[in-house]
């Protein structure tokens, strides 16, 4: 639903948590097509750091942050000849479309105050290592990879495998800090937890396909040619859906 951005009511009240996190999105989006330097994520965060440490009403200070990213915004998009949209339609049209992609995985609800991309996230990872990951293990262990497995049998381990009743070690750590209700720290929480969830998806997929790499290791065995080029490409569009794909590990 729209956020009601007025552009010169300051003193209109916002929901703080919702548009912070809708322009640290857009900032990224954007970033990624006209460059950090017009779109700087980082520079935003500092000005929204500073204003909590010195106190300066939100509300203001927020809808000055629309008002400067809607003019850079259109400066850019004019230069393209393309008609200029409100924030609000930019932002849900943004996180509207990355939700339809992510909404396609199985959900895992551990928390209603859980973000969404996590849940679906966890259920993608849950999902390719038990109906996909044995498989694709018993033919790499065949190429010698078995130092690499145990490391990743380890990070699956933390962020899928229950290590007690329903839940892994991960979405414990996740709700343990959910469970404080601290619309900071919940926000730094989803995003470690899918930065967590990222580096385990890479780490597996350059695995992969180091092993489809592997010079002549798997000429006559087509089938499992097969198993592991069906795989990455699984792997590919999740870590793609999930917009994982600059996130890097060991």
Known sequence: ??????????????????????????????????????????????RYRDALLQRVNLNAFLHAEIT?????????????????????????????????????????????????ETKHLLGAATDFYYDIWGKVKSILKSLGYTDAINKLENDYSYFVIPIRGSYSRAVEDYQ?????????????????????????????????????????NLREYPESVRDLTRSREILLKIIEDFRLSDIRGY
């Open 1 to 46: 639903m729209p956020l009601p951005f007025g552009k010169s009511k300051s003193e209109k009240n916002v929901d703080v948590d919702s548009v912070v996190k809708k322009l640290k999105r857009l900032y990224s989006q954007y970033a990624q097509i006209y460059g950090t330097r017009l779109f700087n994520l980082k520079g935003f965060e500092d």
């Open 68 to 116: 400067a990213f809607e003019e850079l915004k259109k400066r850019v998009e004019k230069k393209e000849g393309k008609p200029a949209r409100t924030y609000s339609q930019i932002a849900d049209r943004i996180i509207q479309k990355n939700l339809d992609r992510i909404r396609g995985y199985r959900k895992i609800d551990f928390h209603p105050e859980a973000e969404e």
């Open 176 to 216: 343990f800090v959910l469970s404080k209700k601290n619309p900071k720290d919940n926000e730094k929480a989803s995003v470690n937890f899918i930065k967590y969830g990222g580096i385990l998806l890479n780490n597996c997929l350059k695995l992969i396909t180091d092993g489809l790499n592997a010079p002549g």
